[in-house]
């Protein structure tokens, strides 16, 4: 079990990971960015969500930020069941899946600062986003991650992303426990001010 949790689970605990272009590659952890980083321009939120703890902090984002809103979503869904979507979200893992996404009218030239979301599965990002990330070029974009979940693995999640998103910009990526409690928002307001987002 590495992330995944039952909807009705919730935690008070936050936590803010910052995750830098080379830092992240060589496993390391900062609290400061160096240079810093400014997200600029039109801003984008994409994001899959399983149980909704995704799907809240997006949307916190993208009214915070006055961001476009786009849910990543699978043209098989998983399970709605906690169980089974265990199962199914290992295997898939194991094989390196890539589901297939309704992605209609996700156009990124657009935009210039990019957020993405998903919960942490074991260890690592879902499927349904390396899918997104194969299919898309993030060439020039700024990009904030941020993510959901109570296996402490974004350093892990992060490089996979980063990986699969490469010649991108990244700043400070979040880390919240579960649903993120009573402080989310505010937890939210500082990550974005620490990137520079106006």
């Given at each position: 079990?590495?992330?995944?949790?039952?909807?009705?689970?919730?935690?008070?605990?936050?936590?803010?990971?910052?995750?830098?272009?080379?830092?992240?590659?060589?496993?390391?952890?900062?609290?400061?960015?160096?240079?810093?980083?400014?997200?600029?321009?039109?801003?984008?939120?994409?994001?899959?969500?399983?149980?909704?703890?995704?799907?809240?902090?997006?949307?916190?984002?993208?009214?915070?930020?006055?961001?476009?809103?786009?849910?990543?979503?699978?043209?098989q869904p998983y399970?709605?069941?906690?169980?089974?979507?265990?199962?199914?979200?290992?295997?898939?893992?194991?094989?390196?899946?890539?589901?297939?996404?309704?992605?209609?009218?996700?156009?990124?030239?657009?935009?210039?600062?990019?957020?993405?979301?998903?919960?942490?599965?074991?260890?690592?990002?879902?499927?349904?986003?390396?899918?997104?990330?194969?299919?898309?070029?993030?060439?020039?974009k700024n990009l904030?991650?941020?993510?959901?979940?109570?296996?402490?693995?974004?350093?892990?999640?992060?490089?996979?992303l980063m990986k699969?998103?490469?010649?991108?910009?990244?700043?400070?990526?979040?880390?919240?426990?579960?649903?993120?409690?009573?402080?989310?928002?505010?937890?939210?307001?500082?990550?974005?001010?620490?990137?520079?987002?106006?």
């Amino acid at each position: 079990y590495r992330g995944i949790l039952p909807p009705e689970q919730k935690s008070m605990t936050i936590g803010l990971r910052v995750a830098r272009n080379a830092l992240a590659q060589q496993g390391q952890e900062s609290t400061s960015a160096n240079p810093p980083f400014k997200a600029t321009g039109n801003k984008l939120v994409i994001y899959y969500s399983w149980s909704g703890n995704t799907r809240n902090m997006a949307k916190i984002i993208a009214k915070k930020t006055g961001a476009r809103l786009i849910e990543l979503k699978l043209k098989q869904p998983y399970s709605v069941n906690y169980t089974e979507v265990l199962t199914q979200a290992w295997q898939a893992q194991q094989k390196r899946d890539l589901p297939e996404l309704d992605l209609t009218g996700l156009k990124l030239e657009d935009y210039d600062t990019i957020f993405i979301g998903y919960p942490l599965w074991w260890a690592s990002i879902p499927r349904p986003l390396a899918t997104m990330l194969t299919k898309y070029d993030f060439t020039g974009k700024n990009l904030l991650v941020f993510s959901s979940g109570g296996g402490g693995h974004l350093q892990q999640s992060y490089s996979d992303l980063m990986k699969l998103a490469q010649c991108s910009n990244f700043g400070t990526a979040l880390e919240v426990s579960y649903s993120g409690g009573a402080e989310l928002e505010e937890t939210i307001s500082e990550w974005l001010r620490a990137n520079g987002v106006k």
